[in-house]
Nanobody
Framework: QVPLVESGGGLVQAGGSLRLSCAASGSIFSINRMGWYRQAPGKQRELVATIISNGIANYAGSVKGRFTISRDNATTNTVYLQMNSLKPEDTAVYYC?????????WGQGTQVTVSS
């Protein structure tokens, strides 16, 4: 098991910033990839950003240039999502995701609300 603990969500005005954190614990050996997904009301869960073990990041087109995913190099089991220039359409529950081998793990989600 790889429990994931998220923090950093909240309410912010459009144009503002938030930083999400996700710490993995338990069997973190061989975590290949960590990342963030989000789900808005009435919509499917979608990819936001991922980062793999060599540090290469991937972003959804809708957040590219505004969001930055990074990893704690000291521990390698914590990832961050810096979200700048937030828009009301970024409002969603954000979920941390970890891939270890072929098994995926999910956090409990943290709410991000962007007011106009």
């Amino acid at each position: 098991q790889v429990p994931l603990v998220e923090s950093g969500g909240g309410l912010v005005q459009a144009g503002g910033s938030l930083r999400l954190s996700c710490a993995a614990s338990g069997s973190i050996f061989s975590i290949n990839r960590m990342g963030w997904y989000r789900q808005a009301p009435g919509k499917q869960r979608e990819l936001v950003a991922t980062i793999i073990s060599n540090g290469i990041a991937n972003y959804a087109g809708s957040v590219k240039g505004r969001f930055t995913i990074s990893r704690d190099n000291a521990t390698t089991n914590t990832v961050y999502l810096q979200m700048n220039s937030l828009k009301p359409e970024d409002t969603a529950v954000y979920y941390c995701n970890a891939l270890r081998g072929i098994v995926e793990y999910w956090g409990q989600g943290t709410q991000v609300t962007v007011s106009s």
